[in-house]
C-alpha cells in the first residue's frame, strides 16, 4: 500500500490555523524546504534525467511536498544528513526534489511518488527510466540520522553491481589481505578498524576520508582471530596504524568513536586532501617574501586581526558604496553602534568608534554619503588621541597564501569577541550582536553567496536565541556549519582545515559520546571555553603598531592633505586671474569664527562652491555637525576653462524687459564680489576687527553697485580710528564695484561676446575686424576709382 503523509491529531487540530497563515505568507512551494547552502542537491524538471542517470555516484533522493507536516518536521534531520555525509560526495549524493510545484507533478509521477515524503537509492550507472529502489523507503518518524546514515550504508552495499568508481571497498579485510597491502597501494598510513560484525564505524571513518590521500581505512571483524591475535586487540572498536614490515601502533583519541577516529587519521602525516599538496611552515617562512610569517599562538586572539577586520570593514568594504540610505543606513549605525559598546580595544580605536556612533546618530536625513563618513573615520576633525590604524596585519588569521583566510577569518573572530563581551557585560538584548552582524554581512559583505548562506542560516534559528549564553552558542554552531559547507572547496588554506571547532585537542572536554557512541557536544563545556577563549584577558597585543606612531602618521596624513588642498587653490587662482581664492583658515582663525558665531556658508566657502554643492546631488559631500565637532568641507573639484563644453544659448525672444535685465546682471555681479571680499576680509582681518564685525553681511559695496540703502549698520561703537579703517574700505569697495558698473554699461553685446575668451582675445578680434574692414573700404575705392577713370577716357576713329 502506497504510504501517505501521515497526520496526528494536534496537526488535525491546529491545520485550520496553519491554513490560513500559509495564506498570507510566501507558499513554501515557491521556495521548497532547501536551500543551495544545506549541501543538498535541488532537483528540478530541467535537470532530473542528467543527474540520475548514468550518475558515478549513488544518489539518495527524497520526493516532498512542502506543504507537508511531516516533510517539514524531516526536514532539519534530511539537511543534518547531508552535512554528516558531506565527505561521502565521490560516491554518495544527497538530493531532494519538491512535487508541490505544478512543474515538478509530473516527474514525481514518473517516478511512481504517491505519499510523502519517500526517499528512494538510485544506484551508480542508473539507466534512463530507473524508479530507483522502494526498499530505501524510510520510515516517516525516522528521527535518527544515525539511523539514516546506516540505511544509507546498507543500501550501497545492496547494490555492489555497478560499484561506484570513487568508493573503496566497505567488506571486511583479511591478514592475508594485510600482509600485501603496500605492495599493491601507494598509502603511507594503513588504518585497522576493528569491530563487532554490526557496527558502522569503519564503514563510517572509511567514507569520511574518501577525499583525503596517503591514508587508507579498513575494518576487521572480532572473528579475524588471527589479526586480533597478532595486534592484541582486546577493544572492540579500537583503531591501530599498521606499517610496512609489520609494525602497528595503536591510535590514541578521547574516545572510540567515529568523529575521533576520523579527526585523528586527517592530522596524521602527509594526509592530505586529495589535489593539494601538503604545506609545512618552513615553506611559507620562505616563500612569502612581502609579507614575512608571524608566529602565534592558537590558543588566544589577536588584537592585530581584530583592528584589520575593522580597517578592512569600515575602509574597503563600506567604501564601495558612494551613498548609504535606507536599511542600508540603519545596518551601519547598528553594527557601530555594537562596535562602540563592546569592541574591547585600545583607547584610541575606542574613541573613534564612539565618534563614529556620534556622527551617525546625528544625521537626520535617510542617506549619508561614505566621503562624509570617511572625514569621521580619518579623524580629519582631530579630536585628541582618536585613530584607527591603517593597513592591515594578519597574525591569527594570517594564511598560508595571500587569498587564504584574513579578512572571513577576522570577521568570524570579531564578531565571536563581540558576543561574549556582551554577554560578560550583562547585555539587555540577546540578539543584539546576531542582528548586527547579520544586518551588516546582508548589506556590506564583499561575498555575496556568503551572505546568502548566512541569512538562510539565520532565518532558520535566530528567533530561537532567548538569552546571551544561546547567543554565543548559537554563533558557534553556524560558524561550525560553515566550516563543514567549505570544507574541502578552493578557498579552504590546507594549512589550515576546516574542522569541527574547537578540535578534540584544543577542548577534550568539549567533545563526548552518547549511548550509541555517536559524537555529542557538551554545549555547557563549549560555552565555557568560548567566553574564556575570546575573553577581553585572552586578547594579546603583540604585533600591533604604537599608538604615538599611529597619531603621528595621522597627522602627517593631514598635512599633506592640506597641503595639496592649498595647491588646488592657488593652481584655482592661477587659472582665473581676476578671481579671488578663499585661503584655508588657521587653527587661531577657526577659533575665532567658533567665536563669532555660525556664519553663512556663502561667506565661508564662497558662492561659486554652494552652487557646486546643490547641483552634486547625492554624491555632494556636505559637512554634518557633530556636538563638540566643527566640520570644514573640503572640494576637490577640477574644473576645466569655460570654453570647454560651452554651448550656445537657445534663442530668447526679441523683446527683452531691459531693467530687469541690467539690475539682475548688477545684482549678481555685486552678490559674488561682496561675497569674495566678504572671504578676504575674514583672512585678513585683525582678531579686533573681527570682534566689532557687524551682523548683515552686505554693505556698502551694495549700495555703490545697485544704488539701495546698504543693509550694514552705522558702526556708531567703534574708535575714530577704526571708523576711518572701515570708511576708507567701503570707498574702496564702491570704487571697485563702480568700476565694475561702469564696464557693464558699455554694452551687453560685448559681455555677450566674451563668453569664453578673455579680454585680450576680445580686443584683438576688434582691431583685426578694423583692420580687414578698412582694408576692403580701401580696395573698393580703388577698384571704383579705376573703373571711373576707364568709362571716361575717350575713343578716337581712325577715318584712313
Not at 355 to 373: M, P, R
Request: charged share 25%.
Amino acid at each position: 500500500m502506497a504510504r501517505r503523509c501521515a497526520t496526528s491529531r494536534w496537526f488535525t487540530d491546529i491545520y485550520p490555523v496553519f491554513l490560513c497563515l500559509w495564506l498570507y505568507v510566501p507558499c513554501p512551494a515557491e521556495t521548497g524546504l532547501y536551500t543551495a547552502s544545506d549541501q543538498i542537491l535541488l532537483l528540478s524538471r530541467e535537470n532530473v534525467d542528467s543527474v540520475l542517470v548514468n550518475s558515478t555516484a549513488a544518489m539518495v533522493v527524497e520526493f516532498y511536498a512542502s506543504w507537508c507536516g511531516h516533510c517539514v518536521a524531516f526536514s532539519p534531520f534530511y539537511k543534518k544528513l547531508a552535512r554528516d555525509t558531506k565527505e561521502w560526495k565521490p560516491a554518495v549524493n544527497i538530493a531532494a526534489i519538491d512535487c508541490a510545484p505544478e512543474e515538478n507533478r509530473e516527474v514525481c509521477r514518473d517516478f511512481r511518488i504517491t505519499g510523502y515524503p519517500t526517499i528512494k537509492f538510485f544506484h551508480a550507472y542508473s539507466e534512463a527510466g530507473s524508479l530507483g529502489f522502494t526498499s530505501f523507503l524510510f520510515p516517516a518518524n525516522i528521527r535518527d540520522v544515525p539511523d539514516l546514515r546506516h540505511k544509507t550504508i546498507d543500501s550501497l552495499e545492496g547494490n555492489k553491481d555497478p560499484w561506484p568508481p570513487a568508493c573503496p571497498p566497505l567488506e571486511p579485510i583479511s591478514q592475508a589481505e594485510v600482509d600485501v597491502f603496500f605492495e599493491t597501494n601507494s598509502a603511507l598510513h594503513l588504518a585497522l578498524i576493528f569491530e563487532n560484525a554490526n557496527s558502522y564505524i569503519g564503514r563510517e571513518v572509511t567514507l569520511d576520508l574518501l577525499q583525503f590521500e596517503n591514508i587508507a581505512v579498513r575494518r576487521v571483524l572480532d572473528s579475524e582471530t588471527s589479526l586480533v591475535t597478532k595486534l592484541g586487540v582486546t577493544d572492540f572498536p579500537s583503531c591501530y596504524l599498521y606499517y610496512p614490515g609489520g609494525n602497528f601502533t595503536r591510535l590514541r583519541v578521547n574516545n572510540e568513536a567515529r568523529m575521533f577516529y576520523t579527526y585523528a587519521l586527517q592530522g596524521l602525516r602527509g594526509v592530505v586532501r586529495s589535489g593539494k599538496a601538503t604545506v609545512v611552515l618552513t615553506e611559507i617562512q620562505s616563500n612569502s617574501t612581502k609579507e614575512p610569517w608571524r608566529q602565534f599562538n592558537n590558543s588566544h586572539v589577536y588584537m592585530a586581526d581584530l583592528e584589520s577586520a575593522l580597517h578592512y570593514s569600515l575602509r574597503v568594504e563600506l567604501a564601495a558604496h558612494d551613498i548609504i540610505r535606507g536599511d542600508a543606513l540603519n545596518a551601519l549605525k547598528k553594527y557601530i553602534s555594537v562596535l562602540a559598546k563592546y569592541f574591547p580595544g585600545r583607547p584610541v580605536v575606542v574613541n573613534l568608534l564612539k565618534t563614529l556612533k556620534a556622527w551617525l546618530q546625528d544625521q537626520t536625513e535617510n542617506k549619508i554619503s561614505y566621503k562624509a563618513f570617511e572625514d569621521v573615520l580619518d579623524n580629519r576633525v582631530q579630536v585628541p588621541h582618536t585613530a584607527l590604524p591603517e593597513g592591515v596585519r594578519w597574525v591569527g588569521c594570517q594564511g598560508s597564501q595571500p587569498h587564504f583566510r584574513r579578512y572571513p577569518c577576522g570577521v568570524w573572530t570579531l564578531f565571536h569577541v563581540l558576543s561574549v563581551q556582551a554577554n560578560s557585560t550583562g547585555g539587555s538584548d540577546p540578539v543584539e550582536v546576531l542582528s548586527a552582524m547579520r544586518s551588516y554581512i546582508h548589506h556590506f559583505f564583499g561575498c555575496r553567496a556568503c551572505a546568502e548562506h548566512f541569512e538562510n542560516m539565520a532565518q532558520e534559528g535566530l528567533e530561537q536565541v532567548g538569552t546571551l549564553p544561546s547567543a554565543v552558542l548559537w554563533l558557534w554552531f553556524r560558524h561550525n556549519q560553515v566550516n563543514n559547507r567549505i570544507s574541502g572547496d578552493l578557498s579552504e588554506d590546507p594549512f589550515f582545515p576546516k574542522i569541527q571547532w574547537p578540535s578534540p585537542e584544543t577542548c577534550p572536554a568539549c567533545h563526548t559520546v552518547n549511548e550509541k557512541r555517536e559524537h555529542k557536544w557538551s554545549k555547557d563545556e563549549v560555552l565555557s571555553f568560548l567566553l574564556s577563549h575570546y575573553s577581553s584577558s585572552n586578547i594579546l597585543t603583540d604585533y600591533l603598531e604604537d599608538e604615538n606612531k599611529i597619531l603621528e602618521k595621522q597627522n602627517e596624513k593631514h598635512r599633506l592633505q592640506n597641503l595639496a588642498y592649498q595647491k588646488h587653490l592657488e593652481r584655482k587662482a592661477r587659472e582665473a586671474p581676476n578671481a579671488v581664492t578663499p585661503s584655508p583658515p588657521t587653527p587661531t582663525q577657526e577659533e575665532e569664527e567658533e567665536e563669532e558665531g555660525p556664519q553663512d556658508e556663502t561667506e565661508a566657502y564662497g558662492e561659486e562652491e554652494v552652487e557646486d554643492e546643490e547641483e552634486g546631488g547625492e554624491g555632494a559631500y556636505r559637512p554634518s555637525k557633530v556636538p563638540g565637532m566643527k566640520f570644514r568641507e573640503r572640494r576637490y573639484d577640477h574644473r576645466f576653462p569655460s570654453i570647454i563644453g560651452m554651448k550656445f544659448r537657445e534663442k530668447a525672444d526679441d523683446i527683452v524687459d531691459l531693467d530687469s535685465f541690467v539690475n539682475q546682471n548688477f545684482k549678481d555681479k555685486a552678490l559674488q564680489l561682496a561675497a569674495l571680499s566678504r572671504v578676504k576680509q575674514r583672512t585678513l582681518q585683525t582678531k579686533v576687527e573681527l570682534d566689532h564685525k557687524p551682523v548683515f553681511g552686505l554693505g556698502m559695496e551694495l549700495d555703490t553697485a545697485l544704488g539701495m540703502i546698504g543693509l550694514q549698520p552705522v558702526d556708531t561703537d567703534l574708535e575714530p580710528s577704526q571708523r576711518g579703517q572701515r570708511l576708507q574700505k567701503r570707498e574702496l569697495s564702491g570704487q571697485y564695484f563702480g568700476g565694475e558698473v561702469k564696464l557693464s554699461h558699455k554694452g551687453r553685446w560685448m559681455s555677450a561676446l566674451s563668453i569664453g575668451f578673455s579680454n585680450l582675445d576680445i580686443s584683438l578680434c576688434i582691431f583685426l575686424y578694423f583692420l580687414s574692414s578698412m582694408c576692403l573700404l580701401a580696395m573698393y575705392v580703388f577698384f571704383k576709382n579705376r573703373l571711373r577713370r576707364r568709362r571716361a577716357k575717350p575713343k578716337t576713329v581712325n577715318f584712313t
